[in-house]
């Protein structure tokens, strides 16, 4: 077996199996090493799903990239046989003037994006809400939801069709800058060489970066599938994924998919900061009384038996931007985690942009947004 590479990828996950496809497409020699088994649960990418939306309220400059990640979705999953990408619509609904449905029409017409603007009376008659009387909502047809856990087997078979190599409960314990200007990646099964190296351990990055320890903060999120009393109004050709923001708290959730539950989740639950080596993944009690409250209150047709709870980890920068750079002072490294709890759906073009920065040493995308200069 060889133990030597163009690229090494530690962390075969979301942002990692994506890395790992585009650059062995690109005939680069690529190690990808997981140290758990190749898409499992003790990440951040779990639950089946998670939301893509085009209109993106928490930043404009994130459209061009999600655009192309949604090409790249759609792309992938017809290379497969299975589509990764379910264009369902998305709703986003928010107190009129908090920013959030205003955010999302300004991203709409600044590129174009066919959307709807719905106030509370026109969102109740459509969809199983019961909202406030300041509600309001912007539609777009052309978002929906992407298979997460579906996409990181996809990319990795798609990856070993290329010629690459994943080594599956197999962890990076640590590595350094040889002299040839490469780096030398210890693990708990060997040592390997490579021209470069991918970071992309998600709520592990401070682990494998200390100096990125201060920057990011680890938190649990519980998602919860409960039993749809009508279960036809949340099936997928009739109910979008919609991110709802309420009194309660703030709420996403998906229409029916390979699962019989409605699942709701609360982004940014400040729970208290978590250790991604806890061996358990405990859902939170207040976190799902959380979750109680909202469908009680705005989605009762879905406030049936709960069926199941999962924990998943979100990795915090201070900005809630990405971090996607060469490392300050090691050019041979490439960081590309965390994701603030919403970067799945990017996941598709930012292997796309790794590829990019390791093999031409730039990428097509304007990544200074995601620069680990703004924290020195
Ligand atoms: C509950 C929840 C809901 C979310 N909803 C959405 C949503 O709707 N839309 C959206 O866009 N985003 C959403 N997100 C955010 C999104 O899921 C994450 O941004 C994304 O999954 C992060 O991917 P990643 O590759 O960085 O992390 P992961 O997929 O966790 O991958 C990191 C991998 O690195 C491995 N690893 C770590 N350390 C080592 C090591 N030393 N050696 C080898 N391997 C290692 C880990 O085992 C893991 O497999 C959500 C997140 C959560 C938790």
Redesign the pocket.
Known sequence: MSKTFDVIV???????SAACYQLAKRGVRVLG????EIG?A????H?L????RLAYFEGTAYVPLVQRARELWIETGRLTGEPLFFEVGALDIAPEGNGIVEGALEASRLYGLEHELLDRDAIEARYPFTLDRNHIGLYQPQSG??A?ERA?LAHTALALHHGAQIHGC????GWEPTAGGGVRVR?TQGSYEAGRLVL?????IG??VPALQPSTQVLL???GWFTPVRPSLFDVAHFPVFTLEAEEGGF?GFPLWQHPGFKL?S?HYAGEPYD?DTPHREPSSRHLAQLRACLAKHIPGANGELLGLKA????MTPDEHFIIDTLPGHEQVIV????????????SAIGEAIAELATAGRSRFDLSMFSLKRFS
């Open positions: 530690a962390g075969v996950g979301g942002m990692g090493l997981e140290k758990f499992h003790m990440g951040s990418s639950g799903t998670r939301i893509l939801f992407v997460s990181i197999e962890a990076v314990l693990t992309s351990p998600g709520a592990w682990k494998l999120q519980t998602l996403y989740g982004p991604a998943c980890m979100y990795t590309a985690s965390p994701c603030s709890g919403h970067g799945y759906k990017f996941a």
